[in-house]
């Protein structure tokens, strides 16, 4: 018999989620750049995109400004709520590695402020 509940689907899961910082108003030649997130670091409960868009933010990775300026964004372009589980994303196959990074889309930043 083959246990298939989502306490072994979740053993099958890396420890770790990727992630690329995509700016939009970037110039072609910019490289976009990748970071890894341990999920041991956020605590039980603390596991939607939107801890991770927190942690982002408050751990100083994009300044504050940007926060209204952020969306997250799947490998074939799909939107993605702040509300989703990273757990989900990484179970659809997305965020397990470098290569399949999802995307925190930055802009557009011409409506940004001035300070």
């Given at each position: 018999?083959?246990n298939?509940?989502?306490?072994?689907?979740?053993?099958?899961?890396?420890?770790?989620?990727?992630?690329?910082?995509?700016?939009?108003?970037?110039?072609?030649?910019?490289?976009?750049?990748?970071q890894?997130?341990?999920?041991?670091?956020?605590?039980?409960?603390?596991?939607?995109?939107?801890?991770?868009?927190?942690?982002?933010?408050?751990?100083?990775?994009?300044?504050?400004?940007?926060?209204?300026?952020?969306?997250?964004?799947?490998?074939d372009?799909?939107?993605?709520?702040?509300?989703?589980?990273?757990?989900?994303?990484?179970?659809?196959?997305?965020?397990?590695?470098?290569?399949?990074?999802?995307?925190?889309?930055?802009?557009?930043?011409?409506?940004?402020?001035?300070?």
């Open positions: 018999m083959v298939t509940s989502a306490d072994s689907r979740e053993e099958d899961l890396p420890p770790i989620f990727w992630f690329s910082y995509v700016y939009l108003h970037a110039k072609p030649e910019t490289k976009v750049v990748s890894r997130v341990k999920l041991c670091d956020f605590p039980a409960g603390q596991d939607r995109l939107a801890n991770v868009t927190n942690w982002i933010f408050s751990n100083g990775f994009l300044p504050n400004k940007l926060r209204p300026f952020v969306q997250w964004q799947s490998g372009k799909r939107k993605l709520g702040d509300d989703i589980c990273v757990k989900d994303v990484l179970g659809w196959g997305e965020g397990g590695c470098e290569d399949l990074a999802l995307a925190l889309v930055i802009g557009p930043l011409s409506f940004l402020p001035s300070n």
